[in-house]
T-cell receptor, first 110, second 111 residues
Framework: QQPVQSPQAVILREGEDAVINCSSS?????VHWYRQKHGEAPVFLMI?????EQKGHEKISASFNEKKQQSSLYLTASQLSYSGTYFC???????????FGKGTKLSVKP | AAGVIQSPRHLIKEKRETATLKCYPI?????VYWYQQGPGQDPQFLIS???????DKGSIPDRFSAQQFSDYHSELNMSSLELGDSALYFC??????????FGEGSRLTVL
């Protein structure tokens, strides 16, 4: 079942912060976050596994509430390069496929 | 560092023709995934392979088939192409419980 992302779109000024949410109706094993720019491949940002393990880029932070099957991606002090569509991908078991949400389009303006 | 290689990058076919996309995963990655992404859409999971065996199947039409070979490369075969098959097809590979590394995609246009 496809996870639900919110908001669908957000516009920021450089330096502002944003939070993108992802929720699932299924018990999750993992949540992944990717950013995709138009016409390019999705690029990995963060992975959060059941049990608390996390891996990702230094400037990116995220949380995973296993009980609520919810994850949030925190973008702080946004830069122009942060613009793109952010997708969460959820997995229900180890080494299983990811189902992506519909994406959150982030635009950072000067 | 080696990345996921996909070929061809662009492909134009007529309706009812057949197309084959190839994917070469990152060495030592044991899982390969295929995703289809229409314009402005999210990536839709098609199929995955773990250690050359099909592991998961998503919304892949019966007209499509895929396999992973002994050298770990994978091919997505699409037959009786329809206009709606026009999309960007991504292959991704991952190590165990790791992130997905996506290839640059193969853009299929069906006329």
């Amino acid at each position: 079942q496809q996870p639900v992302q919110s908001p669908q779109a957000v516009i920021l000024r450089e330096g502002e912060d944003a939070v993108i949410n992802c929720s699932s109706s299924k018990a999750l094993y993992s949540v992944h976050w990717y950013r995709q720019k138009h016409g390019e491949a999705p690029v990995f940002l963060m992975i959060l596994l059941k049990g608390g393990e996390q891996k990702g880029h230094e400037k990116i932070s995220a949380s995973f509430n296993e009980k609520k099957q919810q994850s949030s991606l925190y973008l702080t002090a946004s830069q122009l390069s942060y613009s793109g569509t952010y997708f969460c991908g959820t997995g229900i078991r180890s080494q299983g496929n990811l189902i992506f949400g519909k994406g959150t389009k982030l635009s950072v303006k000067p | 560092a080696a990345g996921v290689i996909q070929s061809p990058r662009h492909l134009i076919k007529e309706k009812r023709e057949t197309a084959t996309l190839k994917c070469y995963p990152i060495p030592r990655h044991d899982t390969v995934y295929w995703y289809q992404q229409g314009p402005g859409q999210d990536p839709q999971f098609l199929i995955s392979f773990y250690e050359k065996m099909q592991s998961d199947k998503g919304s892949i039409p019966d007209r499509f088939s895929a396999q992973q070979f002994s050298d770990y490369h994978s091919e997505l075969n699409m037959s009786s192409l329809e206009l709606g098959d026009s999309a960007l097809y991504f292959c991704a590979s991952s190590p165990w419980d790791g992130e997905l590394f996506f290839g640059e995609g193969s853009r299929l246009t069906v006329l």
